[in-house]
């Protein structure tokens, strides 16, 4: 997940090199993929990567797809807890392209 994550950025940022973006080990503590300063000026996030063979998103996130030819966002929120909004990575990534006005 990690490498393919680190994949999608190098592919949707061209200026960025295999040293701006690294995956990290499994089992290494931080970031999973780690992003050098010149990254960080078009992604100023830290990315997580987990893969698990069944998560109830992927349901939830199949159903917003059903719902007609945008694209789909899911907003999920746990009790006491933040929401937090899923989406396709590959369009996040685009997203943020687009955000540092690279389009």
Same mark, same amino acid.
């Given at each position: 997940m990690q490498?393919?994550?680190?994949?999608?950025? %190098?592919?949707?940022?061209?200026? %960025?090199?295999?040293?701006?973006?690294?995956?990290?080990?499994m089992g290494?503590?931080?970031e999973d993929v780690q992003l050098s300063q010149a990254a960080r000026k078009f992604l100023?996030?830290?990315?997580?990567?987990?893969?698990?063979? $069944?998560?109830?998103?992927?349901?939830?996130?199949?159903q917003a797809e059903e719902h007609g030819k945008q694209e789909p966002i899911l907003v999920? $929120?746990?009790?006491h807890d933040i929401p937090l909004? %899923?989406?396709?990575?590959e369009f996040f990534f685009l997203l943020m392209r687009k955000i540092n006005g690279s389009f």
């Amino acid at each position: 997940m990690q490498q393919m994550t680190r994949d999608m950025i %190098l592919k949707t940022f061209p200026e %960025l090199t295999s040293d701006d973006v690294r995956s990290t080990s499994m089992g290494c503590g931080g970031e999973d993929v780690q992003l050098s300063q010149a990254a960080r000026k078009f992604l100023p996030i830290q990315i997580e990567c987990k893969n698990k063979a $069944k998560i109830a998103v992927h349901t939830w996130y199949h159903q917003a797809e059903e719902h007609g030819k945008q694209e789909p966002i899911l907003v999920i $929120k746990q009790d006491h807890d933040i929401p937090l909004v %899923l989406m396709d990575a590959e369009f996040f990534f685009l997203l943020m392209r687009k955000i540092n006005g690279s389009f």
